[in-house]
């Protein structure tokens, strides 16, 4: 390692390679809070071809490498492991252009999503992608994790939004897919090896984003709703009278929404009673006097029908923000309470209400004292479960009670955080062995020497 150090510090600057002491723990764990390690070196790139150049050393002394963004990830994928060289991205921050005609912006991979989205905004334009690590994480990161988000129901995951990208190899090779056209089958899309591949395959360095006009209006809605069967007639209804201007349809049960507001301070529940379930509705659209008639005109419709229970429509901005305070506080409840066993998974529409009252049920029988919290972008099939005993000894066993429950219903362990080291014994629950050979043999393609994030994902 001392001949390879020492290569390193004849083609990099100081700033760029940092050893020992001078490490700060900052780069020791991602958002997982799994078991934090030092990095046995930590390397910031300024430039594409620094990277490549650090690879390249790398890969000649059989070096492994974790790649770190913002940190912001809940799977492990970020956190190095015992003899690891961390690689940090968030030097390479920069919008290199947005072509508002074409409606595309190019940005390096370090550059944090919220300032996409503000450099978008500013040319009434739109990047829609977006979720609570916002200011945090970091738009290599969402590409590498194939991020998803609040609007996925109208837009989809971050996949959907890149028409291309520039990665580095585990040897430093260059691939230059900068594509900036919709339309382009010449041959393999090599981006999407790249695209959620949690930086195993590749080194996402830059990416073109496809942007899409701003909407001029947004309208959003707190309802409550008796059963979950009623949530899945509403989402139908709402796809069809409100057609592609649905963009937020986030479900909270019960007792994820009592525990947000007992929690956060300064927040009540707009509601005079309790529900069983709380829904979240964003419509977006151009022409306010129309669409302020037909949102409330479609929701005040299922209220009639008996779907709907309570219908609150924000009348302000300062009514949407504590809307969606009380969506996004789960940010708030993860500080405070201990040893939470946070789970992001999948599974179809229909049986994700049948899978919460089976998860709850099991996990109250074995469990004593054991807190559920739940919600999520239901529309797009994704479930948080927060599960928690306070005792940091169950939190184990609460991962793996969950996962093999997705297993039995047919889910995926992952919807947007990815694999990383946390989930990757149970990848099988969700992938059959043929796929997950096939991913073993592309890995063994691209990286040979297993130096890029190994042991993530398989």
């Excluded at 700033?15 to 990095?39: A, M, T």
């Excluded at 609570?132 to 989809?156: D, F, K, L, Q």
């Excluded at 585990?170 to 899309?189: E, L």
Aim: proline share 3%.
């Amino acid at each position: 390692m001392s001949i390879l150090l020492d290569q390193l510090k004849a083609s990099l600057d100081a700033s760029s390679l940092i050893l020992d002491d001078d490490i700060s723990d900052k780069y020791f764990v991602d958002w997982s809070g799994s078991k934090p390690c030092q990095p046995a070196a930590l390397l910031k790139p300024k430039t594409t071809e620094e990277l490549s150049a650090i690879m390249a050393l790398c890969h000649e002394h059989d070096q492994p490498v974790v790649v770190q963004g913002g940190l912001t990830g809940l799977s492990g994928g970020a956190t190095p492991q015992s003899g690891e060289f961390a690689i940090s991205l968030e030097r390479m921050n920069a919008i290199e252009e947005i072509d508002a005609t074409a409606m595309t912006l190019t940005a390096h991979a370090g550059t944090p999503l919220q300032l996409l989205q503000e450099v978008a905004a500013e040319h009434d334009l739109f990047l829609p992608l977006d979720l609570g690590a916002r200011g945090s994480c970091m738009i290599g990161g969402n590409v590498a994790t194939n991020a998803g988000g609040t609007e996925v129901i109208r837009y989809g995951m971050t996949r959907s939004m890149v028409l291309g990208l520039e990665a580095v190899l585990a040897d430093g090779t260059v691939i230059n897919a900068m594509n900036k056209m919709v339309k382009n089958n010449s041959g393999y899309d090599l981006k999407h090896l790249f695209i959620g591949s949690e930086g195993t395959l590749g080194i996402v360095t830059r990416v073109v984003l496809q942007l899409q006009p701003q909407s001029l209006n947004t309208h959003t809605a707190l309802c409550a709703l008796n059963s979950y069967e009623a949530v899945t007639q509403l989402l139908n209804i709402l796809k069809r009278s409100l057609g592609s201007g649905l963009t937020g349809f986030e479900l909270m049960w019960d007792n994820y929404y009592e525990k947000v507001i007992e929690t956060v301070p300064n927040l009540n529940s707009p509601f005079e009673e309790s529900h069983p379930f709380y829904l979240l509705i964003e419509y977006k659209d151009n022409d306010k006097i129309a669409g302020d008639q037909r949102f409330e005109s479609a929701l005040f419709a299922q209220f009639e029908a008996g779907l709907l229970t309570d219908v609150l429509i924000a009348q302000s901005l300062q009514d949407a923000a504590t809307f969606w305070q009380i969506r996004d506080g789960v940010g708030e409840l993860l500080q405070v309470l201990k040893s939470v066993s946070n789970q992001d998974v999948s599974l179809p529409v229909t049986d994700i209400g049948i899978f919460a009252e089976d998860l709850e049920k099991r996990l109250n029988d074995k469990y004593d004292n054991v807190g559920v919290l739940l919600f999520g972008h239901i529309g797009d099939n994704n479930l948080h479960v927060c599960a928690y005993t306070g005792r940091e000894e169950d939190k184990a066993e609460i991962n793996e009670d969950i996962m093999l429950m997705i297993g039995e219903y047919s889910g995926a362990i992952t919807a947007e955080h990815g694999i990383g080291v946390l989930k990757r014994d149970f990848l099988s629950l969700s992938r059959t062995d043929n796929e997950i050979a096939l991913m073993k043999t592309i890995k063994l393609a691209m990286d040979p020497k297993n130096i890029l994030n190994p042991g993530r994902v398989i």
